[in-house]
Nanobody, 121 residues
Framework: VQLQASGGGLVQAGGSLRLSCPDS??????VSWFRQAPGKEREFVAA????????LYADSTKGRFTISRDNRNNTVYLQMNSLTPKDTAHYYC?????????????????WGQGTQVTVSS
């Protein structure tokens, strides 16, 4: 499974961005987004089962971010609204081969190149 996140950029606080990550259509059980800020550990952002019947969010993103997947073009999205400078990080998409869904890096088998999101105050 090849993953490549895109859609990052520079945005002012309160603004929105939508990240995209084509996942090549290979069947996986779940897809997710993680982020890593300079000097910090990678942290979970959001995840969903491939069927879309279960979605998980970090407390810091719940209510502002929405994960979704378009099965027609095999792409997972992360819609980010009400961005704050604390959301500044490199964002990665990941996919899980095994059944189930998780919120840690170890739960995911495939990782893509990230995309930078910078939120100015």
């Amino acid at each position: 499974v090849q993953l490549q996140a895109s859609g990052g950029g520079l945005v002012q606080a309160g603004g929105s961005l939508r990240l995209s990550c084509p996942d090549s259509g290979r069947i996986v059980s779940a897809v997710s987004w993680f982020r890593q800020a300079p000097g910090k550990e990678r942290e979970f952002v959001a995840a969903m089962t491939w069927r879309g019947d279960r979605k998980l969010y970090a407390d810091s993103t719940k209510g502002r971010f929405t994960i979704s997947r378009d099965n027609r073009n095999n792409t997972v999205y992360l819609q980010m609204n009400s961005l704050t400078p604390k959301d500044t990080a490199h964002y990665y998409c990941a996919a899980r081969r095994r059944s189930g869904i998780g919120t840690t890096s170890a739960d995911y088998d495939y990782w893509g190149q990230g995309t930078q999101v910078t939120v100015s105050s």
